[in-house]
């Protein structure tokens, strides 16, 4: 379980927010928040041995070494001729005598003397003594004629193409996937090209989550007048299943001291992260401050950026276990938004995975866009291509409430704290939704 008071080699989370003093405690920058949250963070330890086709989208616990060669032997790249690069001639067409044939998974048993060549298949093992193949469509072959010899055109073939070096791929010894990684599909076949049939994984985070307030209902419930459904579970729920997360959902906690408290003990006792929406600002209704005073570290935040502006961040304890929290804001953009820019790379993080960047692309503003210096703005856009070129603008609506702009938008443009109004034609960076949403 995370423990983030137990390691006096980082900073408490109360020692890192007070570095930050010279920043305006009503916007502290998002660059800022994130470092925070980062050096904050200890990954669970706890591994676990799954099948190969359990592995899909697992940290990865420790590095894998290659016990073999990949490829294990020189082998041909081409379905083609093999012969000695020697038996070239440097200034007329080679011709050579057919004696065999090599086939994928059977090694050729013959010898070959100078001059003579074999017909190999794509993956057959190379002969000793042979190093070059030249592809079959390449050779000079007289029709209808048997194929006893084959006639090499002047250049048309390098010494020593076409053939895979045994190890060149992977040498045994080496690292084949380092520790850290979430497993694709790529991985798996690298993977089983080794011979290994287990691997070894850092176990699933628990991530339980819930939504505040009196006016929300579940879906299949009854909407009272001035009550909403609850949208934030179902995108969280969908953002912590990308993650690989395994999810405790706690449904509604209404506007109740009591009943918050029962919930973020439960909460805490079960999970190694708590996330909720809503309840993260300053109005009389919103109980979590007070709650965290009672039991954790946390610290509330008024973020520069837009949307989402109110941030809770820390620890919290019950029974002797402890777990990070996150408090996001209660409209359903803002909450998107703040869990991809701060809980996103926190969870992966404790996860044991490699966090890197969310990857970013220039695009050209296809209208001007109004952007106030001091914070930074997410922006929902709607990228494509037009006359050879990427260029991007924003979804009409763009209040945080709106979550049809999130399902309209397929990118979000990323307007950096420093800057200002954006005019069309202008470069901008958008990070795409396609795999992250």
């Known amino acids: ?5 137990a390691r006096p080699a980082k900073p408490s989370l109360s020692e890192l927010t007070s570095c930050l003093s010279d920043y305006d405690p009503h916007a502290m920058p998002v660059k800022q928040a994130q470092a925070i ?71 050729y048993q013959g010898t070959l003397a100078r001059g003579q060549a074999i017909r190999i298949m794509t993956g057959a093992l190379m002969p000793d003594g042979l190093d070059t193949v030249i592809p079959q469509e390449f050779v000079n072959i007289p029709p209808g004629s048997p194929v006893d010899s084959i006639t090499v055109p002047l250049a048309a073939v390098k010494p020593g193409a076409n053939r895979r070096l045994a190890g060149e791929d992977l040498k045994a010894g080496s690292t084949a996937i380092g520790q850290g990684r979430i497993l694709r599909p790529a991985d798996l076949g690298l993977l089983a090209s080794l011979g290994i049939a287990e691997i070894p994984v850092r176990r699933r985070l628990r991530v339980a989550f819930f939504s505040t307030g009196d006016e929300l209902r579940s879906v299949g419930e009854v909407l009272d007048p001035g009550c909403v459904y609850d949208s934030n579970r179902y995108t969280l729920y969908g953002m912590l299943q990308r993650l690989g997360c395994d999810i405790i959902d706690m449904g509604v906690v209404g506007d109740d ?16 992260a708590i996330i909720t929406s809503g309840g993260v600002s300053v109005g009389d209704a919103d109980h979590t401050k007070q709650m965290m005073a009672q039991l954790g570290d946390v610290a509330f935040w008024k973020i520069g950026m837009r949307p989402g502006r109110p941030l809770a961040f820390g620890s ?3 029974a002797g276990k402890q ?10 953009v803002a909450v998107m938004v703040s869990f991809y820019f701060f809980a996103r790379d926190a969870l992966l993080q404790m996860m044991g995975a490699q966090v890197a960047p969310l990857p970013l692309m220039r695009a050209t503003a296809a209208v001007g866009i109004r952007k106030r210096p001091g914070r930074t703005e997410y922006q929902r856009g709607i990228l494509s291509m ?52």
């Not at 020189?74 to 011709?95: E, I, K, Q, R, W």
């Not at 001291?257 to 190694?272: G, K, T, V, W, Y």
């Open 323 to 332: 777990a990070l929290f996150f408090g996001l804001p209660g409209n359903p």
């Open 257 to 272: 001291p009591q009943a918050l408290e029962n919930a973020f003990r439960s909460a805490c006792e079960n999970a190694d």
């Open 37 to 107: 949250i980062h050096d904050c963070i200890t990954p669970v330890t706890a591994i676990e041995k799954v099948a190969l086709r359990s592995a899909l989208d697992r940290v990865l616990a420790s590095d894998i070494i290659s016990p073999i060669n990949v490829p294990a032997h020189d082998n041909s790249a081409m379905d083609g001729y093999a012969f000695n690069a020697v038996d070239l001639l440097p200034d007329a067409d080679t011709v050579l005598s057919v004696v065999g044939t090599a086939h994928a998974g059977r090694a």
């Open 1 to 5: 379980m995370t423990n983030l008071n």
């Open 316 to 318: 919290i304890t019950s």
């Open 386 to 437: 037009n006359e050879g070129r990427w260029t991007v603008r924003p979804t009409a609506a763009q209040g945080s409430g709106i979550l049809r702009s999130m399902a309209e938008a397929n990118c979000m443009i990323v307007l950096a704290h420093e800057q200002a109004d954006v005019a069309s034609g202008d470069a901008v960076e958008v990070i795409l939704f396609d795999g992250l949403i």
